[in-house]
């Protein structure tokens, strides 16, 4: 089959398209799906540079999220789901085919095409988790979104004004219109601006009771400091701009909030009851048209070294996705 390969773990430059990739066996709990369109993720570039915790050793074929058809299905997974199609991860998913855990599935919503699933559990999901059930988002609250633009960004911002926050956005200039237009109330520019400075104006010098933290590096700091005394709330679920900390002493004396780590995958497994309400919410969300089709930008496989480089180099906007 045909698949993208990352040679060495130097960057998205060492990923080349492969003709002669094995398709993968659907062992036992497992589906092998046949790939309408892969999903791009900034773990992926950090996979790319072996950035990513527990991340593959190269040689690996990339990717790690898709939708598309169940054509085969492994011991102890029920034959009726063949022909179903889902939306999970498994590794390997920039293929022609990938192996899922019949458990990483959800079924791609009834009328929409395979790409536009994409993000479900990894946006949608991830955004869901750190607004709600860890960040105890309400009505009247505001939030600061990190990278409104992004994936996880912009399904932030819509459930945020969903429900009833007031939404501060930080994104690159060329990409407010985007972030406006889905309805963000505030955007920082945060290379022009002091990040800090302005929330503060914003807020009337009271800071915000939510922070979805998906920067860190240096922004990690800003974060803590414009986030509420005592009642708000810092939700870290990223490190695109490097490793950063805070010690006991910062936290008793300097930022007395409160500082959550999320990885959906983890909450999957170790919280699956608060999963499976994050998608059965997100399942309402769908009905009532909050959360609309995805339109991710879709480009071919082949595309997908420039694609990553991309996004690593904070050039894209929203969604994007691979087709093999
Ligand atoms: N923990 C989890 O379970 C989980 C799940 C999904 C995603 N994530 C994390 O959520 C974040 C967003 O993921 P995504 O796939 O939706 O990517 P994305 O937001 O579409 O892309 C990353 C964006 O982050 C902004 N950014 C700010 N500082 C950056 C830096 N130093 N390097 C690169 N980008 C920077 C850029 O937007 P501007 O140009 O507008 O600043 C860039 O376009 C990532 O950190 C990802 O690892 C975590």
Do not use: C
Not at 34 to 56: C, E, H, I, L, S
Not at 123 to 137: F, H, I, S, V, Y
Not at 194 to 219: I, M, N
């Amino acid at each position: 089959m045909r698949a993208l390969v990352q040679g060495a773990l130097v960057g998205p430059g060492a990923l080349v398209v492969g003709d002669g990739v094995e398709v993968p066996r659907a062992a036992a709990g497992e589906v092998l799906v046949k790939v309408g369109a892969a999903g791009v993720n900034f773990a992926d570039v950090m996979q790319t540079r072996g950035a990513y915790d527990g991340g593959p050793e190269a040689p690996y074929v990339a990717g790690f999220e898709a939708a598309g058809e169940i054509v085969a299905v492994g011991d102890g997974v029920d034959p009726a789901l063949l022909g179903a199609r889902v939306i999970g991860t498994g590794p390997g998913a920039f293929a022609e085919y990938v192996v899922m855990g019949v458990d990483s599935l959800a079924r791609v919503p009834a009328g929409w095409r395979d790409e536009q699933a994409l993000g479900l559990v990894l946006n949608w999901g991830t955004a869901l988790a750190a607004l709600r059930p860890l960040g105890q988002l309400a009505a009247g609250q505001v939030v600061l979104v990190h990278a409104a633009a992004g994936a996880v960004g912009q399904a932030a911002v819509r459930l945020a004004k969903h429900y009833g926050a007031t939404v501060i956005g930080t994104a690159s200039a060329e990409k407010h219109d985007v972030v406006r237009r889905l309805g963000a109330d505030e955007l920082i520019d945060y290379r022009a601006a002091d990040l800090v400075s302005e929330v503060r104006r914003l807020t009337g010098g009271r800071g915000v009771d939510v922070v979805l933290e998906s920067v860190g590096g240096e922004t990690f700091g800003k974060s803590l400091e414009v986030a509420k005394r005592v009642t708000g709330k810092v939700i870290v679920y990223g490190v695109a701009g490097g490793e950063a900390s805070v010690s006991n002493w910062e936290l008793n004396f300097k930022h007395q909030v409160h500082v959550i780590g999320l990885h959906i995958g983890v909450l999957g497994q170790h919280a699956p009851e608060m999963f499976a309400e994050l998608m059965a919410e997100l399942d309402k969300l769908i009905e009532i048209g909050v959360y609309p089709p995805g339109e991710p930008t879709v480009y071919d496989l082949a595309d997908g070294p420039k694609v990553l480089a991309e996004l690593e180099a904070r050039a894209t906007v929203g969604k994007l996705a691979l087709k093999p």
